[in-house]
């Protein structure tokens, strides 16, 4: 049985998205408030696996938990991409004309925000998580209050659910990261099949510092599918980047990851895996 780390109760998208990307594989999950507290829990056991989202369609990308991957010293070893699709429920016994006000997750919300706004009388109010603002109107009874979460955590919650997918976009997609310590990596992934790596470096503060990395992977036929950058705290005006990269010559891959490192600082390989 695998450990997996996630952020949010049982019904959450993690929940489901760990379902998906470990199917045909009996899962035990470690629900957990916090991302920092998904890192902790790998931290405190070699065995524990961890399941993070990393970036939105929508949203964009979660900055913090780049920092939180790169701070803690685990390795992706897979990502999973899962179709997002938010519901709205309520108490069996509310509806429309009586419900005042919904609870979710604040991506969530915005990523409701235009179907929202066609219910002006609703007050939107920033909750952790979807699924458990479904489980705490559940379990209190909170009269009047609604919650947006998956489809699946308002029927785990017995809730009532007025209208499914409420997103205004409906190509909304999160992807997420498969993340564990090290020396469980190799149990996790055959190095040999990988074609996706993610990095992060440091770059001197010069004039096209940046397009030469970029030209030296364009060389070697590396192709960048994202960049982010974060400022490095303490060192004004100085960023770190994030790149994730597809290849399809594991060899030809290292070779541009040595051509790359005098160029750069702090490079770090941040995992290797499959593309999803």
Request: charged residues 25%; glycine residues 4%; proline residues 3%.
């Amino acid at each position: 049985m695998k450990k997996i780390a996630i952020q949010g109760l049982l019904g959450s998208f993690h929940d489901i998205a760990a379902h998906q990307h470990f199917k045909d594989e009996e899962i035990e999950l470690i629900c957990c408030a916090t991302f920092e507290q998904v890192f902790e829990s790998i931290s405190q056991d070699p065995e524990t696996i961890g399941l993070a989202a990393i970036e939105n369609t929508i949203a964009g990308s979660l900055l913090h938990n780049y920092e939180l991957l790169r701070d803690s010293g685990t390795t992706v070893v897979g990502e999973h991409k899962l179709h997002i699709s938010h519901s709205i429920c309520c108490l069996p016994e509310d509806d429309w004309d009586t419900i005042t006000e919904v609870h979710s997750h604040p991506v969530a919300l915005m990523q409701c925000r235009k179907y929202l706004s066609g219910h002006p009388t609703l007050k939107a109010v920033e909750a952790e998580d979807t699924a458990g603002s479904a489980q705490m109107i559940r379990e209190e009874n909170r009269q009047h209050w609604a919650a947006i979460c998956s489809h699946d955590a308002a029927e785990m919650h017995g809730m009532k659910i007025l209208e499914d997918n409420i997103e205004d976009n409906k190509h909304n997609f999160t992807r997420f990261l498969v993340v564990c310590q090290p020396q469980k990596a190799d149990s996790l992934r055959d190095i040999n099949t990988t074609d996706k790596a993610s990095l992060v470096f440091a770059l001197p503060h010069e004039e096209g510092s940046l397009s030469q990395v970029l030209s030296i992977l364009s060389f070697y036929k590396i192709n960048m599918t994202k960049i982010q950058s974060l400022p490095i705290i303490g060192r004004e005006w100085e960023y770190m980047f994030y790149i994730d990269v597809t290849y399809d010559n594991l060899t030809r891959y290292r070779q541009s990851i040595e051509a790359i490192k005098p160029l750069t600082r702090e490079l770090k390989i941040l995992g290797e895996y499959k593309e999803f």
